[in-house]
Antibody, heavy 120, light 107 residues
Framework: QMQLVQSGAEVKKTGSSVKISCKAS????????LHWVRQAPGQAFEWMGW????????NYAQKLQGRVTITRDRSINTAYMELSSLRSEDTAMYFC?????????????WGQGTMVTVSS | DIQMTQSPSSLSASVGDRVTITCRAS??????LNWYQQKPGKAPKLLIY???YLEIGVPSRFSGSGSGTVLTFTISSLQPEDIATYYC?????????FGQGTKLEIK
């Protein structure tokens, strides 16, 4: 079945970086945009950016520009999200999510989430 | 950024009740809105896209309507398995933004 499987929980120090993976299976990896979304405790979801797995094009939320990098490895159907200069407010559950299609930007398949905890 | 104001923030209803949640956008988003259901410890599940289209496999008691700045989500007859938090999400402009969520409980 179609699924996205993310890497495990991370505990990081303030100022460091974290890189999370998202492996796609059950569909053609290059056919749909792949997004990253996070949810801090008690907060709304925050869209972070997307990547076009076909050609690697990206689009990032302006708020995170310069700190977030989304990449992919087509050979293993995997996308990555790296967040640098971590702060306590980056503590959140991070999700990858697939775009439904070429029309609506609706997230129809989600990874299970990766908890990132940032502390000093 | 487009602000999405979702109301109510919590709701208690009885099995069989009709439940309605509203999302108000800070500017016209046409019908570029989706609705998700999230149960504790799980990833969100897409229910409605393009404001009113039911995702495949989602029960027909769920529906969405509206356009512009006021959009609504309805459960026609609440079932026990519908206990969850519901979120709206606009995609008219980046950054795509979400409502704060509506936590639905059984009375």
């Amino acid at each position: 079945q179609m699924q996205l499987v993310q890497s495990g929980a991370e505990v990081k120090k303030t100022g460091s970086s974290v890189k999370i993976s998202c492996k796609a299976s059950g569909y053609t990896f290059t056919s749909r945009l792949l997004h990253w979304v996070r949810q801090a405790p008690g907060q709304a979801f925050e869209w972070m950016g997307w990547i076009t797995p076909f050609n690697g094009n990206t689009n990032y939320a302006q708020k995170l520009q310069g700190r977030v990098t989304i990449t992919r490895d087509r050979s293993i159907n995997t996308a990555y999200m790296e967040l640098s200069s971590l702060r306590s407010e980056d503590t959140a559950m991070y999700f990858c999510a697939r775009s439904k299609g070429s029309g609506p930007v609706a997230f129809d398949i989600w990874g299970q989430g990766t908890m990132v905890t940032v502390s000093s | 950024d487009i602000q999405m104001t979702q109301s109510p923030s919590s709701l208690s209803a009885s099995v069989g009740d009709r439940v309605t949640i509203t999302c108000r956008a800070s500017q016209d988003i046409s019908n570029y809105l989706n609705w998700y259901q999230q149960k504790p410890g799980k990833a969100p599940k897409l229910l409605i896209y393009d404001a009113s289209y039911l995702e495949i496999g989602v029960p027909s008691r769920f529906s969405g309507s509206g356009s512009g700045t006021v959009l609504t989500f309805t459960i026609s007859s609440l079932q026990p398995e519908d206990i969850a938090t519901y979120y709206c999400q606009q995609y008219d402009n980046v950054p795509y933004t979400f409502g704060q969520g509506t936590k639905l409980e059984i009375k």
